[in-house]
């Protein structure tokens, strides 16, 4: 069931690229840093550049699909994979959403700890009450609704841009000469997959453009945006535990190394944590309507800071949110072959399409799920063997269906020649 | 134009309300520990005797003045603040939802945080020494707090109407299973001296009762609710004389508990934890009326209750047990309590003259309510400037400025007469 979007929540392309550049989240901040620290600053560039582009594909691809009918994210997903998947992945999805929302309270702590100048034991509560604040202020937020964001990101953005500036300008480009130029494929895919899961959600927001040509407007600035953002992390050493917050030493002037470092990791905190709202939202407005709206938004909210409270510190809720992101992983796979092989065969959405997408999907799962159990310290192998098994049972399911599927056809002529 | 539309009750959904729903509501969303507490502080000064009488002779007094600040409510289903403006005026109805606001927040403070303790006290779960359970237990509260407030009274009448019995079950459980189920004679001797008290800690409430009472299905019905709850208060009041034994006057379990009390344990975890939820969503909903008047418009209506309830916990999660909320309690509270006076003797002055409190009368009212809370705030600043029961002078105060002014009244009204004619 899709909501109708007033003409007033019409969004043009600047508000729908700042919507999406402000929620950048402050773990994202400093990904290209962690490839510079991985790969080398050579290989890291390039890695960001193609896999920003194949990010910026399958948005396009996403954005197409979803613009005419102005559906959601999860409707989105619930015409490849069936209303029985959907409801699955749209408990994983949510799942995963707490999870992202206390990751982003988590980050943002962390980045604070580093500025404040309190002992430790004081510290430790606080940092769990300012979190918690942090998190409930997200959900009073998230009942001001799309407009509420609009501006929220609005003011935002204009800080990130100072940001970029700030690290440009006191950057270490003589690093650049040392370069050795490179392309890696995992380092591409990292890319990839950190914002795999945005990238497929992107209709949850998208809705909201005016026109197609907004979307895609708003697609790019979002891209090169993001692209410029991992780029400029490369180019300077920060402490790796500020999450990509640079903090040059200990604090002394209150203004420069404490307040406006404060704001700007609260602003893109709140920011991010909208974002989260509103994509959980839609992952529970397709099955119950009735909690469209702020209530929705407000449980939303408060279940991502109850996840933040009580379940983040247990190591054994982190190995089960490391599943589910393989899960998540593995969906978006089996939509993109999904989408791709229904623009080559241009075949109609149909039941048996559907139960081949949900079943290849519940099978990359299981064989992740069993891949992570027998190698729990690997932190990539298992994702790359889920996707491997949905993919190739997809492909085979696929093969035999339209193989059959011709054979029938060829039959069919025949009898009626 | 704006006065005229918020002169009336917003989106009163429900004036249906039973026998059970309002006794409930008044009973689980009130009574909590700190007003249990109370029994306990009159048997501090009292004998057991003469606490058994005053909180007999406390609650039938109650009684009487509880129906009087109803009957106010009954006629318009008036909320605290709509009766508040009829008497105190536009700018009196400003300063009392400001009240109402503040002393939500400070009770949601306390209760939650005497709750938590309590409930921290009481659950033997061994965590990783980095976190501290207390404030993952206030957490635990001050969320679930929010998510019951959402929907207003439908949801606090559903909640109070099905834990009501459960509470009361758990209270008597608590009280059988007491470590030592005996009064000690003290040496106190008998009197009412803790009537002051008893009124004290109930005079706040009552003047929110209207806003619950407006609910009510009938003028039968409220009287009918007012009697049972009396009642039933009276009986809790009387056994929580018991609970001396191990709850101090902060609300705080002080005494160590052993492995053989698990029923003991488990009933007072069960009895502290739906009281403070029942508690935080009971306030919200009062809250709620004064947020109607201050709020900009478009933040009122299905969102306020979100917006409440959300801010308070934001609010609690920052500030809890960062300092002492004792005085700032008592002095909301007793600013309560000189509304209820107030309204109490505009309602005898209105019933006696027949007609609705003119502008002198609501500056009168207003200027006696200004006043003793001022001595309240004073009493905050410096504890020892007055040495009398803070319930007292101000009751004397309200009488001696509306004596006045009225008689003032009287003369002038008399030489303007004399010198027209």
Same mark, same amino acid.
């Given at each position: 069931?899709?909501?109708?979007?007033?003409?007033?929540?019409?969004?043009?392309?600047?508000?729908?690229?700042?919507?999406?550049?402000?929620?950048?989240?402050?773990?994202?901040?400093?990904?290209?840093?962690?490839?510079?620290?991985?790969?080398?600053?050579?290989?890291?560039?390039?890695?960001?550049?193609?896999?920003?582009?194949?990010?910026?594909?399958?948005?396009?691809?996403?954005?197409?699909?979803?613009?005419?009918?102005?559906?959601?994210?999860?409707?989105?997903?619930?015409?490849?994979?069936?209303?029985?998947?959907?409801?699955?992945?749209?408990?994983?999805?949510?799942?995963?959403?707490?999870?992202?929302?206390?990751?982003?309270?988590?980050?943002?702590?962390?980045?604070?700890?580093?500025?404040?100048?309190?002992?430790?034991?004081?510290?430790?509560?606080?940092?769990?009450?300012?979190?918690?604040?942090?998190?409930?202020?997200?959900?009073?937020?998230?009942?001001?609704?799309?407009?509420?964001?609009?501006?929220?990101?609005?003011?935002?953005?204009?800080?990130?841009?100072?940001?970029?500036?700030?690290?440009?300008?006191?950057?270490?480009?003589?690093?650049?000469?040392?370069?050795?130029?490179?392309?890696?494929?995992?380092?591409?895919?990292?890319?990839?997959?950190?914002?795999?899961?945005?990238?497929?959600?992107?209709?949850?927001?998208?809705?909201?453009?005016?026109?197609?040509?907004?979307?895609?407007?708003?697609?790019?600035?979002?891209?090169?945006?993001?692209?410029?953002?991992?780029?400029?992390?490369?180019?300077?050493?920060?402490?790796?535990?500020?999450?990509?917050?640079?903090?040059?030493?200990?604090?002394?002037?209150?203004?420069?190394?404490?307040?406006?470092?404060?704001?700007?990791?609260?602003?893109?905190?709140?920011?991010?944590?909208?974002?989260?709202?509103?994509?959980?939202?839609?992952?529970?407005?397709?099955?119950?309507?009735?909690?469209?709206?702020?209530?929705?938004?407000?449980?939303?909210?408060?279940?991502?800071?109850?996840?933040?409270?009580?379940?983040?510190?247990?190591?054994?809720?982190?190995?089960?949110?490391?599943?589910?992101?393989?899960?998540?992983?593995?969906?978006?796979?089996?939509?993109?072959?999904?989408?791709?092989?229904?623009?080559?065969?241009?075949?109609?959405?149909?039941?048996?399409?559907?139960?081949?997408?949900?079943?290849?999907?519940?099978?990359?799962?299981?064989?992740?799920?069993?891949?992570?159990?027998?190698?729990?310290?690997?932190?990539?192998?298992?994702?790359?063997?889920?996707?491997?098994?949905?993919?190739?049972?997809?492909?085979?399911?696929?093969?035999?269906?339209?193989?059959?599927?011709?054979?029938?056809?060829?039959?069919?002529?025949?009898?009626?020649? | 134009?704006?006065?005229? %539309?918020?002169?009336?009750?917003?989106?009163?959904?429900?004036?249906?309300?039973?026998?059970?729903?309002?006794?409930?509501?008044?009973?689980? &969303?009130?009574?909590?520990?700190?007003?249990?507490?109370?029994?306990?502080?009159?048997?501090?000064?009292?004998?057991?005797?003469?606490?058994?009488?005053?909180?007999?002779?406390?609650?039938?007094?109650?009684?009487?003045?509880?129906?009087?600040?109803?009957?106010?409510?009954? %006629?318009?289903?008036?909320?605290?603040?709509?009766?508040?403006?009829?008497?105190?005026?536009?700018?009196?109805?400003?300063?009392?939802?400001?009240?109402?606001?503040?002393?939500?927040?400070?009770?949601?403070?306390?209760?939650?945080?005497?709750?938590?303790?309590?409930?921290?006290?009481?659950?033997?779960?061994?965590?990783?020494?980095?976190?501290?359970?207390?404030?993952?237990?206030?957490?635990?509260?001050?969320?679930?707090?929010?998510?019951?407030?959402?929907?207003?009274?439908?949801?606090?009448?559903?909640?109070?109407?099905?834990?009501?019995?459960?509470?009361?079950?758990?209270?008597?459980?608590?009280?059988?299973?007491?470590?030592?189920?005996?009064?000690?004679?003290? &040496?106190?001797?008998?009197?009412?001296?803790?009537?002051?008290?008893?009124?004290?800690?109930?005079?706040?409430?009552?003047?929110?009762?209207?806003?619950?009472?407006?609910?009510?299905?009938?003028?039968?019905?409220?009287?009918?609710?007012?009697?049972?709850?009396?009642?039933?208060?009276?009986?809790?009041?009387?056994?929580?004389?018991?609970?001396?034994?191990?709850?101090?006057?902060?609300?705080?379990?002080?005494?160590?508990?052993?492995?053989?009390?698990?029923?003991?344990?488990?009933?007072?975890?069960?009895?502290?934890?739906?009281?403070?939820?029942?508690?935080?969503?009971?306030?919200?909903?009062?809250?709620?009326?004064?947020?109607?008047?201050?709020?900009?418009?478009?933040?009122?209506?299905?969102? %306020?209750?979100?917006?409440?309830?959300?801010?308070?916990?934001?609010?609690?999660?920052?500030?809890?047990?960062?300092?002492?909320?004792?005085?700032?309690?008592?002095?909301?509270?007793?600013?309560?309590?000189?509304?209820?006076?107030?309204?109490?003797?505009?309602?005898?002055?209105?019933?006696?003259?027949?007609?609705?409190?003119?502008?002198? %009368?609501?500056?009168?009212?207003?200027?006696?309510?200004?006043?003793?809370?001022?001595?309240?705030?004073?009493?905050?600043?410096?504890?020892?400037?007055?040495?009398?029961?803070?319930?007292?002078?101000?009751?004397?105060?309200?009488?001696?400025?509306?004596?006045?002014?009225?008689?003032?009244?009287?003369?002038?009204?008399?030489?303007?007469?004399?010198?027209?004619?």
């Amino acid at each position: 069931m899709s909501q109708s979007i007033a003409k007033k929540d019409k969004q043009n392309f600047f508000f729908l690229s700042c919507i999406r550049i402000a929620s950048i989240g402050i773990p994202s901040l400093g990904i290209g840093h962690f490839l510079s620290e991985q790969y080398g600053p050579g290989v890291a560039i390039p890695s960001i550049f193609v896999g920003n582009l194949i990010l910026w594909i399958i948005g396009i691809a996403v954005v197409s699909v979803t613009n005419k009918s102005n559906i959601n994210g999860v409707q989105n997903i619930k015409n490849f994979i069936g209303t029985t998947g959907t409801l699955l992945i749209s408990i994983t999805l949510l799942i995963a959403c707490f999870d992202w929302f206390s990751f982003q309270i988590n980050a943002t702590i962390h980045s604070f700890s580093n500025i404040l100048p309190l002992n430790f034991d004081i510290k430790k509560n606080a940092m769990v009450r300012i979190g918690t604040a942090l998190g409930l202020l997200s959900a009073l937020l998230a009942l001001g609704g799309m407009r509420l964001l609009k501006w929220t990101s609005v003011i935002t953005l204009p800080c990130l841009i100072l940001y970029i500036g700030y690290v440009l300008a006191h950057s270490d480009m003589s690093i650049i000469d040392s370069f050795s130029w490179g392309l890696s494929f995992s380092a591409v895919l990292t890319i990839v997959l950190a914002f795999l899961a945005g990238v497929i959600c992107l209709p949850t927001f998208f809705r909201y453009s005016s026109s197609l040509a907004n979307s895609y407007l708003a697609l790019t600035i979002v891209v090169l945006f993001f692209t410029l953002i991992q780029t400029a992390s490369i180019l300077i050493k920060f402490d790796p535990n500020s999450y990509g917050i640079i903090i040059l030493n200990k604090p002394s002037n209150i203004l420069s190394d404490f307040l406006i470092p404060s704001i700007f990791i609260f602003l893109i905190c709140i920011c991010n944590n909208l974002m989260n709202i509103y994509f959980a939202s839609a992952f529970y407005e397709t099955f119950s309507p009735r909690f469209y709206g702020t209530k929705g938004h407000a449980i939303m909210g408060l279940m991502g800071t109850a996840t933040y409270a009580f379940v983040q510190i247990s190591p054994s809720i982190l190995f089960l949110l490391n599943l589910i992101t393989s899960y998540i992983f593995n969906l978006s796979c089996v939509l993109l072959i999904a989408f791709i092989l229904r623009i080559i065969v241009k075949h109609k959405s149909s039941r048996i399409e559907q139960l081949i997408n949900c079943s290849a999907w519940i099978i990359g799962c299981i064989v992740g799920t069993i891949a992570k159990f027998q190698n729990p310290g690997e932190e990539f192998q298992f994702l790359f063997t889920g996707i491997s098994a949905s993919a190739l049972f997809f492909l085979v399911v696929v093969f035999m269906k339209e193989t059959t599927g011709a054979i029938q056809d060829f039959r069919l002529q025949r009898t009626s020649k | 134009m704006y006065q005229k %539309e918020r002169s009336q009750p917003l989106h009163l959904t429900e004036t249906n309300q039973s026998i059970w729903d309002l006794t409930s509501i008044q009973l689980a &969303g009130w009574t909590s520990l700190p007003i249990l507490v109370t029994s306990l502080l009159i048997l501090e000064t009292n004998s057991i005797m003469g606490a058994i009488v005053t909180t007999v002779v406390g609650n039938a007094i109650l009684w009487f003045i509880r129906l009087g600040i109803i009957a106010m409510s009954h %006629e318009h289903r008036k909320s605290t603040l709509d009766i508040a403006r009829d008497y105190l005026g536009s700018l009196g109805g400003y300063f009392i939802a400001v009240l109402l606001l503040i002393s939500t927040l400070i009770w949601f403070i306390a209760q939650t945080t005497a709750a938590s303790k309590t409930l921290t006290y009481l659950l033997p779960i061994k965590e990783n020494p980095e976190i501290d359970q207390f404030t993952q237990v206030s957490v635990l509260l001050g969320i679930l707090s929010a998510f019951l407030c959402m929907n207003g009274i439908s949801i606090l009448r559903k909640l109070c109407a099905y834990s009501f019995p459960f509470l009361i079950i758990a209270f008597f459980a608590v009280l059988f299973s007491l470590p030592e189920l005996s009064l000690k004679e003290n &040496g106190n001797p008998p009197s009412l001296s803790g009537l002051s008290l008893i009124l004290a800690s109930n005079l706040g409430i009552t003047s929110d009762m209207p806003t619950f009472f407006r609910h009510s299905k009938s003028w039968n019905t409220s009287v009918k609710a007012l009697t049972l709850i009396q009642l039933i208060s009276l009986t809790l009041g009387l056994c929580s004389l018991y609970f001396s034994a191990i709850i101090n006057q902060h609300f705080e379990i002080q005494q160590p508990l052993n492995s053989e009390t698990g029923l003991f344990s488990v009933s007072l975890i069960f009895f502290v934890f739906v009281s403070v939820l029942c508690a935080n969503v009971a306030n919200v909903y009062s809250a709620s009326v004064g947020w109607e008047l201050v709020a900009p418009k478009a933040l009122i209506g299905r969102k %306020e209750y979100l917006i409440l309830g959300l801010s308070l916990t934001t609010i609690f999660i920052l500030v809890f047990d960062l300092f002492p909320l004792e005085s700032v309690l008592n002095t909301s509270d007793s600013s309560l309590v000189n509304l209820c006076i107030i309204l109490l003797i505009g309602h005898i002055v209105s019933l006696y003259k027949k007609k609705k409190p003119a502008l002198f %009368e609501k500056v009168t009212y207003f200027t006696a309510w200004l006043l003793s809370t001022a001595i309240d705030v004073t009493q905050l600043i410096s504890p020892n400037l007055i040495p009398f029961s803070s319930l007292m002078i101000n009751f004397l105060l309200i009488v001696t400025i509306v004596f006045f002014f009225f008689i003032g009244k009287g003369f002038f009204d008399y030489l303007f007469k004399r010198f027209a004619s």
